[in-house]
């Protein structure tokens, strides 16, 4: 990318953002909506869903059965493609 944004040669690609709080969010997600809302508010071309997502995810190696505890997830993407 250029400072004036996505290089057309380049191929679009997926980015992952992972955000880990502490105990106390006053609802589930606000952290991740609190990031994904001011990207979008403060970078045109981004859009994001208006939903979360809830999934509850098994932590692999642990013990058997192995915890499971619940991941927010919400999609944004840019009119790039990224």
Known sequence: MSADG???AQP?????LVVVHGVGETEPG??????VDTLVATHPGYAAADYNEYKRVAEP???????????????????SGT
Do not use: T
Request: aromatic share 10%; hydrophobic share 40%; net charge positive.
């Open 6 to 8: 996505p290089i057309a």
């Open 12 to 16: 679009s690609r997926r980015v992952g």
């Open 30 to 35: 606000y952290c991740v909506n609190a990031i």
């Open 61 to 79: 190696g642990i013990s058997e059965p192995p915890p499971v505890f619940p991941v927010v997830h919400r999609f944004a993407q840019h009119e």
